[in-house]
């Protein structure tokens, strides 16, 4: 209702503007313009503004509320106000702030090396799909396979390959390739390897994802380029470095930020595994899998709304470093 | 003072609202009652029954009885779901009650928790007398709370350590035959290692790895080992001091130094296929092992830590919601479940003890002198969830509503100590958070 009065309000003032009228022209016509780019721009981005607030802003304002009361999942007793509480034993109740840390630092780990081998290795094999080949769309759906198996199917199937002894396909594979040298090793379940197993299994399954957004990029470079770098006798390693890099440095930067995102979503992997047995959680918590067990197997609510605000803050203040710090050039 | 509160609840409930939707529904919807007792309602109509999905057979037991249900009279139709038996007790705690069925099934330790959050209806109005009479003693006890009845199973459970005679004979270890003579830890470790001797890989125990340890199985198969050796779960509403005994953590230890033995039956074949001589699993392999096995098969009771060797009990068991409107029907429904017909389908299905006195009375499997004697010996000495004496054998886990903190953080221990951890660490890490946990909800008190 209150949007339409300012309408009713403006009639009457036109009827007053008359007598001002020839002052009008003499105003320059650009600010009215501008104030409607302003008010387009407010408009056109109202539903993604919307979307933001309704899923980010308000669930995160209430994630913060939940975190400073001492909440149950269907528990009789009225939620009480418990301050700052859940915070102080998030950092400084050695019980409950060890795994906490452990899995920021996990969370840490995880991203610092699957941003990196995950791209490169994405653009190794876009660089080498990205050929006329016959049946070269074969290849490409064989990578991009694994993307389209969930997560859970994946960490099922990645089971039974670390499974420790010599039923684990791994273990006897390498048993075999070993002359019977290697011992049942327990990928999963030794703290040294656990994470790295992981990222191993997370990095097949995700690494056609971005390998088919390179390879878009890729194509984007006309061929020309190589064309002419050739003619200039540059070797491949220069083509490389000089025209395929610069050419998809956005289509790069975006992957990278991507992969960083996902990459502190983990869960799934983790929450299968632990599931199946057999996998360290100490070596392997993420945050992500310590606030859904806190949630939902342990009924805390409010406990679990207090991780989720500091991983927030986290993620958020890393994505801003990143974003300085690997910014795209203008040219898009 | 009240209205301040009231606001907290409401932004609370609000946020929950918003964040958690479903979890919302349960916390403020469960609040606004204050009458747990179902509508008796008609009598006739449609009714909906939840229940898990474990094994096929099961499955197939619950269905057929759902069946003959719906086709033996015409006044009462029921539509039974299937939920998937590890988000099952999530399924229930994060729909609020309204929108629970009339019949729902529970893993016998989630019961109090239910009762709590006011999700469940006594049954004694809506079940026959001839029913609840016909109930042993121990599915009426695990039903029950503060003199009403919440539940009734169709089968118990037990633990034992399923042998393989053959691979036992090969390797000339003895083994016991009833629980009285039941392997100490020692003793247990010692076959272990005779076993690996005569074993191609060095594993001789399946531990049933592939469900977890962080999980209710955790708990509810390696509880025994800390009963066992004295200690407790959880002691007059304290953790502390009955988890992290001295004997617990000597027992967890030696718990720990069999992981080298355990094969990790990623295929669940091990023991089916010889591949283990020892299956620390519970009645419930029995059809897959006696059929894999035939006469090779030997089931005995868990080791001894030194208080006598216990076993968990209590089972899936069914109750009726609280927000029921035809609750009358859904005890029609209960009564025809726990016929002995259908105890008798179910418990042959999945090899379980039946807890009706007629079906159990009936059973070839657990009759003096049956192939699982042992199972009903074990149950026969039920010590309850506090009394745990050296003569007793089958515990109940901790029935209140704390219990689903209570197994979170022993599965976790347990997963930890199986990893490698310092079980002494472990358990005390465990204790205080469960202790810390029940201060918060002020002991779990059942209004």
Redesign the interface.
């Given at each position: 209702m209150k949007s339409v009065e300012p309408a009713h309000a403006a009639p009457p003032a036109r009827e007053q503007a008359p007598p001002v009228t020839d002052v009008k022209p003499a105003r320059p016509a650009r600010p009215g313009r501008r104030n409607r780019d302003w008010l387009h721009g407010l408009l056109m981005s109202t539903p993604a503004v919307a979307g933001l607030i309704a899923f980010v802003g308000?669930?995160f304002c209430?994630?913060v509320?939940?975190s400073v009361?001492?909440?149950?999942?269907?528990?009789?007793?009225?939620?009480?106000?418990f301050g700052l509480e859940q915070y102080r034993r998030l950092f400084t109740d050695p019980?409950?702030s060890g795994p906490f840390l452990r899995s920021l630092l996990n969370n840490l780990t995880f991203a610092v090396v699957v941003v990196p081998v995950q791209t490169g290795l994405a653009l190794g094999l876009a660089i080498l799909l990205n050929r006329k080949l016959k049946a070269i769309g074969v290849f490409r759906s064989l990578f991009f396979m694994p993307v389209v198996f969930p997560m859970a199917l994946v960490a099922v199937i990645w089971?039974?390959i670390l499974?420790?002894?010599?039923?684990?396909m791994l273990n006897s594979a390498l048993d075999a390739v070993s002359f019977g040298n290697w011992g049942?090793f327990d990928w999963l379940?030794d703290?040294a390897t656990a994470m790295a197993s992981i990222i191993v299994l997370s990095i097949w399954q995700g690494v056609g994802f971005q390998m088919v957004i390179l390879l878009a990029g890729l194509q984007q470079i006309p061929g020309e380029l190589y064309e002419a770098a050739e003619l200039d006798r540059a070797g491949r390693w220069q083509q490389f470095r000089h025209v395929t890099l610069p050419g998809i440095r956005g289509t790069l930067v975006f992957v990278v930020m991507l992969t960083s995102v996902l990459s502190f979503r983990v869960f799934d992997q983790v929450y299968v595994l632990?599931?199946?047995?057999?996998l360290?959680?100490?070596a392997t918590r993420t945050v992500m899998y310590q606030a859904v067990?806190t949630?939902?197997?342990?009924?805390?609510?409010g406990q679990a709304?207090a991780i989720t605000v500091v991983f927030f803050l986290i993620v958020v203040a890393l994505t801003l470093i990143q974003r300085r710090v690997v910014r795209p050039d203008n040219e898009d | 003072m009240s209205s301040t509160s009231r606001k907290y609840r409401r932004t609370a409930c609000t946020g929950l609202a918003l964040v958690l939707p479903l979890a919302a529904l349960a916390a403020c919807g469960g609040g606004g009652t204050t009458d747990t007792s179902a509508e008796s309602g008609s009598g006739k109509g449609t009714i909906s029954v939840w229940a898990h999905q474990g094994q096929k057979s099961e499955d197939a037991a619950v269905q057929a009885a759902v069946k003959s249900f719906n086709s033996s009279q015409s006044d009462i139709k029921v539509e039974l779901k299937l939920i998937p038996g590890n988000d099952y007790t999530k399924t229930i705690t994060a729909t609020d009650a309204s929108e629970l069925p009339d019949v729902m099934e529970f893993d016998g330790p989630t019961m109090a928790n239910f009762v709590y959050n006011k999700k469940l209806a006594p049954i004694d109005d809506f079940v026959s007398t001839k029913t609840m009479g016909n109930a042993t003693d121990a599915s009426k006890s695990q039903g029950e709370i503060g003199g009403k009845h919440y539940g009734l199973a169709m089968y118990d459970s037990g633990l034992g350590v399923y042998g393989n005679k053959k691979l036992l004979d090969a390797a000339g270890v003895k083994y016991p035959t009833s629980v009285d003579d039941a392997w100490t830890a020692d003793e247990f470790t010692a076959a272990l290692k005779a076993l690996k001797a005569k074993d191609s890989d060095g594993k001789t125990l399946d531990v049933q790895e592939g469900n977890g340890l962080a999980t209710e199985w955790g708990t509810y198969g390696f509880a025994p080992i800390v009963w066992s050796a004295g200690g407790s779960l959880l002691k007059d509403g304290k953790a502390e001091g009955a988890l992290d005994t001295p004997a617990s953590v000597s027992a967890l230890k030696t718990f720990q130094s069999w992981k080298s033995y355990v094969d990790p039956n990623t295929d669940g074949n091990a023991f089916a296929k010889d591949r283990v001589a020892l299956s620390w699993v519970g009645h419930w392999m029995y059809p897959t092992y006696s059929e894999a096995l035939g006469d090779d098969l030997v089931v005995l009771p868990l080791p001894d830590f030194g208080n006598g060797p216990k076993t968990g009990q209590g089972s899936w068991a069914w109750g009726i919601g609280a927000d029921s409107k035809n609750a009358k029907a859904a005890g029609a429904f209960m009564d025809y479940l726990l016929n002995d017909t259908n105890v008798t389908a179910m418990t042959t299905a999945n090899g379980a003890p039946p807890a009706t006195k007629t079906a159990l009375a009936a059973s070839e499997l657990y009759k003096q002198g049956g192939p699982l004697q042992l199972f009903a010996d074990q149950l026969a000495k039920p010590c309850g969830d506090a009394d745990i004496s050296k003569s007793c054998v089958a515990v109940t886990r901790p029935v209140t509503a704390g219990y689903p903190t209570i197994t979170a953080k022993f599965g976790e221990a347990l997963n930890s100590i199986y990893g490698g951890t310092d079980p002494k660490e472990a358990l005390s890490k465990a204790a205080r958070a469960i202790d810390q946990d029940f201060s918060d909800n002020a002991g779990y008190q059942i209004p």
């Open positions: 308000i669930p209430y994630a509320v939940l009361h001492n909440v149950r999942l269907g528990s009789p007793l009225e939620p009480t106000f019980d409950m089971r039974l499974a420790r002894s010599d039923q684990g049942a379940g703290s632990v599931k199946g047995g057999g360290n959680e100490d067990t949630a939902f197997d342990q009924n805390n609510v709304a | -």
